[in-house]
T-cell receptor, first 109, second 115 residues
Framework: GIQVEQSPPDLILQEGANSTLRCNFS?????LQWFHQNPWGQLINLFY???GTKQNGRLSATTVATERYSLLYISSSQTTDSGVYFC???????????FGGGTRLMVKP | NAGVMQNPRHLVRRRGQEARLRCSPM?????VYWYRQLPEEGLKFMVY????????ESGMPKERFSAEFPKEGPSILRIQQVVRGDSAAYFC?????????????FGPGTRLLVL
């Protein structure tokens, strides 16, 4: 199966700062999703983005499928953005989403 | 349109007991996936089911674990004779399209604690 690597593993920001999270894949994917796991453990869908660019409020994501990576941008971060951000991908070689190890984000007031 | 529902949200079992976790997919979704998250780790795939069929169980432990998605009712993940190492969060996801296409929507998870 595919390998998924996320960076950085940990990130501490001051409220209002911007950040970029990265996700690298070992193989091509035709399903790529970003999630936010909040401090209560709930997984929230952020983007389904196997290719291209999407924006939703202060969040945006870009996937460059030919180079096997995806980026998640968080602008004007807020304390409620804290938690763990996961990317996950799948391709025709398997039925499952393979998750990266996550980026643990803490936004300080 | 209600999201993916899981119950119970928290489950405490003693070693040797059975645990039954339930998942109701989103309306119109016929594809269900179970994932397990051990403490401080990412989610790991366990099993992929469609109505009455197990499509892929490559992530399921060979013993004590089973899953079903009957024609009527929720999907069930069953763990027999639980051990402390089974303590984890178990997430269910559903999608309207056959894997790997389409967004998988995740439920709130069931947190299993084995004493």
């Amino acid at each position: 199966g595919i390998q998924v690597e996320q960076s950085p593993p940990d990130l501490i920001l001051q409220e209002g700062a911007n950040s970029t999270l990265r996700c690298n894949f070992s193989d091509s994917v035709n399903n790529l999703q970003w999630f936010h796991q909040n401090p209560w453990g709930q997984l929230i869908n952020l983007f389904y983005i196997p290719s291209g660019t999407k924006q939703n409020g202060r969040l945006s994501a870009t996937t460059v499928a030919t180079e096997r990576y995806s980026l998640l941008y968080i602008s004007s971060s807020q304390t409620t953005d804290s938690g763990v951000y996961f990317c996950a991908g799948a391709n025709n070689a398997g039925n499952m989403l393979t998750f990266g190890g996550g980026t643990r984000l803490m936004v300080k007031p | 349109n209600a999201g993916v529902m899981q119950n119970p949200r928290h489950l405490v079992r003693r070693r040797g007991q059975e645990a039954r976790l339930r998942c109701s997919p989103m309306k119109g979704h016929s594809h269900v996936y179970w994932y397990r998250q051990l403490p401080e780790e990412g989610l790991k795939f366990m099993v992929y089911l469609q109505k009455e069929n197990i499509i892929d169980e490559s992530g399921m432990p060979k013993e004590r674990f089973s899953a079903e998605f009957p024609k009527e009712g929720p999907s069930i993940l069953r763990i027999q004779q639980v051990v402390r190492g089974d303590s984890a969060a178990y997430f269910c996801a559903s999608s309207p399209l056959k894997s790997p296409e389409g967004t998988q929507y995740f439920g709130p998870g069931t947190r299993l604690l084995v004493l």
